[in-house]
């Protein structure tokens, strides 16, 4: 059955993404309308956290799954560093857990409520969080769909049925900390399951082992690691900013806005987990013209899609703003332009540094990051003193924007060396 699906793992992967995508709707739909501006902000701030979480678990554990377990080809030594790789996931899990605790503790803003419901709430989100994502990458990895498939379903069953119970006593459920305990038992209930039908393969490592398995990954994982944050703040950027100079309410308005533009980035993200490991055996047996094709194929549809999606948001803006926002966020028709242009630059440089992690140009994303990072603070603060925060998204824009020329200028020069690479043992021969 593996098998077979395995031959549909983008449409499969498609419509999971597809199915989560709608969830998402669904899921901001119910809590803007439940949550006052504050309440949604504050929960923002913790799904962006939740994000940096996944951010760091992407790099040290999803890309090993997705580059460095493909590149073992050794059945052994495969074994031995996705045992590895396990056991990274399982501490960084805890440190996030503990570090979560600790700043909700210490910290007195507006978005680290003390109550003891929330205390809870918050490290249960991230962890269940975590270990979902760990399942969905080993699905991928692995080219299984049944497990990706074991994986989504009960989370978003269970998860829906928490969100019922929220809509049917708004009173007592419709607030922050219920919303992240709701999205963590469908998680934790998706984890239980496909845990037990995993098969045990071989003895359980110490972490002796996982760190000598796990060692020779840490030059490339490092830089990638740094690139990650960066590029984490780069594209949150306006998340800090806006939470602590402006309020969570700024921050509520901001992100409503960027919910309407989620699905054409979620559909590409969807895309790189599938054709990531696709594309590093492309370009690593020197097909160029397959991956040429692959990528741009993906470049064109993300392009598209994205004009397209404008459109129908601003034809369609007048019931989205009646019956998404209520009319509560009145700035939000002011923030969709800057939105746009930010988004779509985005989605291009997303997938042009796809094709370079296929590359693993790890080491020049994370400079690139690292430049273009500070600039998008930079940036996105300067515009927020100097007209307020409806241009915060115009600072992110300009730091997206010399991002990608960056990564455009290195994956033409990486690409053209590949290609007299390849051509040099003909003229040899």
Not at 13 to 26: E, K, N, T
Not at 102 to 126: C, G, K, Q, R, Y
Not at 277 to 294: H, M, N, W
Not at 383 to 388: A, K, L, P, S
Request: aromatic fraction near 10%; glycine fraction near 6%.
């Amino acid at each position: 059955m593996a098998r077979r699906l395995g031959r549909f793992r983008y449409g499969i992967s498609a419509l999971d993404q597809m199915a989560l995508s709608i969830f998402g709707f669904g899921l901001n739909l119910y809590l803007v309308r439940a949550l006052s501006a504050t309440h949604f902000g504050i929960l923002s701030w913790w799904l962006t956290i939740g994000l940096l979480s996944i951010n760091l678990q992407n790099t040290l554990v999803t890309s090993p799954l997705s580059i460095h377990l493909h590149a073992a080809f050794d059945p052994d030594r495969e074994r031995r560093l996705e045992a590895a790789i396990s056991g990274v996931n399982l501490v960084l899990t805890l440190v996030i857990v503990i570090i979560a605790v600790a700043v909700n503790s210490v910290l007195d803003t507006e978005w680290t409520p003390h109550d003891a419901f929330t205390a809870i709430a918050i490290p249960v989100f991230l962890a269940a969080g975590m270990l979902r994502e760990y399942h969905r990458s080993v699905a991928f990895s692995r080219n299984d769909m049944p497990m990706l498939i074991w994986t989504d379903a009960p989370y978003l069953t269970v998860t829906t049925l928490c969100l019922t119970a929220m809509m049917i006593w708004p009173n007592r459920f419709a607030n922050v900390p219920s919303a992240l305990l709701a999205l963590s038992l469908g998680c934790i209930v998706s984890y239980a399951l496909v845990h037990s039908r995993l098969p045990r393969t071989g003895s359980r490592s110490t972490w002796r082992y996982w760190l000598r398995d796990y060692r020779p990954l840490m030059g490339d994982l490092s830089w990638a690691t740094i690139g990650g944050l960066a590029g984490h703040l780069q594209a949150r950027a306006y998340v800090y900013i806006t939470a602590n100079v402006v309020s969570a309410a700024g921050l509520a308005s901001i992100n409503v806005v960027g919910i309407l533009f989620r699905p054409v980035r979620l559909m590409l993200f969807a895309w790189s987990r599938s054709a990531l490991p696709v594309l590093t055996q492309q370009l690593s047996s020197g097909r160029i013209k397959e991956f040429d094709r692959a990528f741009l194929t993906a470049l064109g549809s993300a392009i598209l899609a994205s004009i397209v999606w404008l459109g129908v948001l601003r034809l369609g803006w007048a019931p989205i703003d009646r019956y998404f926002l209520l009319g509560r966020y009145p700035d939000a028709e002011i923030l969709i332009i800057s939105w746009a242009i930010a988004a779509a630059i985005n989605v291009i440089d997303f997938t042009v540094s796809i094709a370079l992690q296929a590359a693993r140009e790890f080491r020049f994303l994370a400079a690139a990051t690292l430049v273009s990072a500070p600039i998008t603070l930079l940036a996105t603060a300067a515009v927020v003193y100097w007209q307020g925060y409806t241009w915060t998204m115009y600072g992110t824009a300009f730091g997206n924007a010399v991002a990608l020329a960056m990564c455009a200028v290195r994956l033409y020069t990486v690409r053209r060396k590949l290609i007299l690479q390849s051509a040099a043992p003909a003229k040899s021969t």
